[in-house]
């Protein structure tokens, strides 16, 4: 008999750079250093978009970074964030905390995916993710009564709609609408019948006749549907979507809404009303000795803003080495040491207002006035397009719009105005339980910001990095002794 040889391969060999140096990622849970927060410390390798993933990771938990500290010279990426509960508590739970420490450690170890798509004006269908869902996107230039057209128009396209997102802002509308067959409730991937719903929809979008036909698009898509164990699965995979369809469509350069002013020449720019509400300011400096460019945003403290934020510069293509951010009262301060991924800083004052103009439309599209109606009810086809149907009849638009499908149950949320600017009518409420038949569940909460006096420009006690790393570029200049 013969002998065969082969050979032999240690099978730890592919972890034998983790056991020489260490794990790619560390997380460390924190719950002893603060009395009124959790600490989440990070060290990983660093890699474009690892911000984001890590932001969007504790993003998703409903978790509220009060504070955060991000280095990532020299290949490594150190993060710190301060974090609590959507109750203000910090974190007990275990089965979060490992949660946590799985995910991050998951994202420091898989390849980035913070790059953006680009999607043309043609369909595309299918996906390398499995899906229960058709995903329908759609942006267009808004008008008073499009998202009810459009609930209508899949209604009447026997689409039924399990959960849309919805974002206006500066006259634009980006939806991403999630559907299923009427009939057969199972995804709709039939060629024929897809390229039917994007004439249909792409109709009712281009019903304005302001903008150029190239000005309005849908992307119809399948996306991956599982995600993580608490909540809306993925609701911040979706509200990223919504970010960059909005980019895509330019809403940064609409008008300003009520509490924005004209950007400004210069590189610092705010927006409020003549009354002194809070302003939102954007500032752009250079850091030479370094090659950084240095953005600094102060405006009202908020859920989810370091994630807006951070999901623009990313999308953008810009690279995050440095940031401090942290809030005081209900304002927070955010400070990005920042280079395009090409390694360049901001060089035109052209390219510095369009990151100015980003930021802020980024903060803005969350940012809802008015009422919000929060309705839950039996689920059944049509449902949507009879609800929005209602509020267009009495004069409402529908500024943002959050619906899912929770079991036999359709939970709807929507910020309203009044078409014509006044006060909203509460009557709607009334006409709303007539038209939706069967017992429903009705919250209304006027959400209007109210006014109170503007921050300082900037405040000089709040802690910089920028002044932190110039002081230390100065100190150390003086050290050195020219030479004769």
């Not at 995050?320 to 920042?338: R, T």
């Not at 509460?426 to 209304?444: H, R």
Request: hydrophobic share 35%; charged share 25%.
């Amino acid at each position: 008999m013969n002998k065969v040889c082969w050979p032999y391969f240690d099978p730890e060999f592919d972890t034998l750079p983790e056991r020489i140096y260490g794990p790619t990622c560390r997380v460390c849970i924190d719950n002893e250093s603060m009395e009124d927060c959790t600490v989440v410390k990070v060290d990983s390798v660093s890699k474009q978009g690892l911000l984001l993933e890590m932001v969007q990771v504790l993003t998703d938990m409903n978790l509220t970074i009060s504070k955060s500290y991000i280095s990532s010279d020299a290949g490594w990426f150190m993060d710190v964030f301060h974090v609590k509960d959507e109750h203000g508590n910090k974190l007990t739970d275990q089965k979060v905390i490992n949660y946590i420490q799985q995910a991050i450690g998951t994202t420091g170890e898989i390849p980035s995916s913070a790059v953006a798509k680009t999607y043309t004006n043609k369909a595309v269908f299918g996906s390398e993710y499995p899906s229960e869902h058709t995903a329908i996107e759609m942006t267009g230039t808004d008008r008073p009564g499009l998202f009810s057209e459009i609930s209508a128009a899949l209604a009447d396209l026997h689409c039924n709609i399990v959960e849309a997102h919805a974002w206006s802002h500066n006259d634009r509308l980006a939806c991403v609408a999630y559907v299923s067959d009427q009939s057969t409730d199972t995804p709709i991937d039939d060629p024929g019948r897809l390229a039917t719903i994007e004439e249909y929809i792409t109709t009712v979008l281009r019903a304005t006749a302001e903008r150029s036909p190239s000005e309005t698009h849908i992307n119809p898509l399948e996306v991956k549907a599982n995600g993580f164990p608490c909540g809306d699965c993925i609701k911040t995979n979706v509200e990223r979507r919504l970010h960059q369809l909005m980019l895509s469509v330019r809403d940064f350069d609409g008008q300003c809404g009520p509490n924005m002013s004209q950007s400004t020449p210069s590189s610092a720019v705010g927006f409020g009303d003549e009354e002194g509400m809070r302003r939102t300011a954007v500032y752009i400096e250079s850091c030479e000795e370094k090659g950084y460019s240095i953005v600094s945003v102060d405006c009202k403290d908020r859920p989810r803003l370091m994630f807006d934020t951070v999901c623009t510069l990313t999308d953008m293509q810009y690279v995050v080495f440095h940031a401090s951010i942290g809030c005081h009262g209900d304002y927070a301060f955010q400070e990005y040491f920042i280079r395009h991924i090409d390694g360049y800083a901001l060089n035109t004052e052209g390219e510095k207002e369009r990151v100015i103009k980003c930021l802020e439309a980024a903060i803005e599209r969350r940012v809802c006035e008015g009422v919000r109606l929060e309705l839950c009810a039996a689920n059944r086809v049509g449902l949507l397009s009879d609800i929005t149907r209602v509020l267009r009849e009495n004069g409402l638009a529908v500024v943002r719009a959050d619906v899912a499908t929770k079991g036999e149950k359709s939970v709807n949320a929507f910020y309203l105005r009044d078409i014509s600017g006044n006060e909203v009518d509460m009557d709607f409420v009334e006409s709303m339980k007539k038209e939706i038949l069967g017992p429903i569940d009705l919250a209304v909460k006027n959400d209007s910001r109210s006014t109170s006096p503007s921050p300082p420009e900037r405040p000089p006690t709040r802690f910089s990095l920028g002044d932190l790393l110039r002081s230390q570029l100065e100190r150390l200049s003086h050290n050195f002794v020219p030479i004769n």
